[in-house]
């Protein structure tokens, strides 16, 4: 709509490019729980209302676009119409500071429980007999969990037959469609995502060594 004002990340190229970098950077400081950008230092480029756009709309860009690949941020929507100064700016800061978007987003994943799983191994073996059968011959994965709680990593063990096996992969199939489907909008999705496909792969491996 012409003379529609500008809104969301739209908004910050009325800073000036040379203060970009300073802006977005602090910005990014803010999601990794430092100090963020302070009105009192950008009161003369944007009103109240735009300063909280522009920080919400900056900080939710970050945030969305830290698993993203580098041709999806340059071509993401809310750049469009941005001065390629600004795009620039933009890009420059996402891609130097990715890592460490990515450790606190995963590390405010965490704190959203008070356990969560660490790590993970498995084990394969043939259960020959049992007090029931002389002869069993029962292919067997052992499922290593390490749990952390509280600073405390509390290992559990799970042995698993063909037909628990399937169960738990399918399971894990399904909580990780959940995650495609909603991937909440941060890394949070990626981060799960990440983790069932490494147990699904293994998973899957052993299933086929075993025949099941």
Same mark, same amino acid.
């Given at each position: 709509?012409?003379?529609?004002?500008?809104?969301? @990340? &739209?908004?910050?190229?009325? @800073?000036?490019?040379? &203060?970009?970098?300073?802006?977005?950077?602090?910005?990014?400081?803010?999601?990794?729980?430092?100090?963020?950008?302070? +009105?009192?230092?950008?009161? =003369?480029?944007?009103?109240?209302? %735009?300063?909280? %756009?522009?920080?919400?709309? $900056? $900080?939710?860009?970050?945030?969305?676009? #830290?698993?993203?690949?580098?041709?999806?941020? &340059?071509?993401?929507?809310?750049?469009?119409?941005?001065?390629?100064?600004? &795009?620039? !700016?933009?890009?420059?800061?996402?891609?130097?500071?990715?890592?460490?978007?990515?450790?606190?987003? !995963?590390?405010?994943?965490?704190?959203?429980?008070?356990?969560?799983?660490?790590?993970?191994?498995?084990?394969?073996?043939?259960?020959?007999?049992?007090?029931?059968?002389?002869?069993?011959?029962?292919?067997?994965?052992?499922?290593?969990?390490?749990?952390?709680?509280?600073? #405390? #990593?509390?290992?559990?063990?799970?042995?698993?037959?063909?037909?628990?096996?399937?169960? @738990?992969?399918?399971?894990? %199939?399904?909580?990780?469609?959940?995650? =495609?489907?909603?991937? +909440?909008?941060? @890394?949070?999705?990626?981060?799960?995502? +990440?983790?069932?496909?490494?147990?699904?792969?293994?998973?899957?491996?052993?299933?086929?060594?075993? =025949?099941?």
């Amino acid at each position: 709509m012409e003379g529609a004002e500008p809104l969301g @990340l &739209q908004l910050i190229e009325k @800073l000036p490019a040379a &203060q970009c970098p300073q802006f977005l950077h602090k910005v990014v400081d803010g999601i990794c729980g430092r100090a963020q950008p302070r +009105f009192r230092d950008y009161g =003369n480029i944007w009103n109240l209302r %735009e300063w909280l %756009e522009v920080l919400e709309d $900056s $900080s939710t860009f970050f945030k969305t676009s #830290v698993g993203k690949n580098e041709a999806f941020v &340059q071509t993401a929507d809310p750049l469009n119409g941005l001065s390629p100064e600004h &795009q620039e !700016a933009i890009s420059k800061c996402l891609t130097s500071r990715k890592p460490e978007l990515a450790e606190a987003l !995963a590390e405010k994943v965490c704190a959203m429980s008070s356990s969560y799983l660490q790590d993970f191994d498995w084990q394969l073996k043939l259960a020959l007999s049992s007090d029931k059968l002389s002869t069993l011959q029962m292919p067997l994965v052992n499922l290593d969990l390490d749990i952390a709680e509280d600073g #405390v #990593v509390k290992p559990v063990s799970i042995e698993l037959n063909k037909e628990e096996l399937q169960n @738990l992969i399918n399971s894990l %199939e399904a909580a990780n469609k959940v995650c =495609n489907k909603q991937c +909440f909008s941060l @890394l949070y999705g990626h981060t799960l995502h +990440f983790l069932h496909t490494c147990i699904l792969t293994e998973l899957r491996k052993k299933a086929i060594d075993f =025949n099941f």
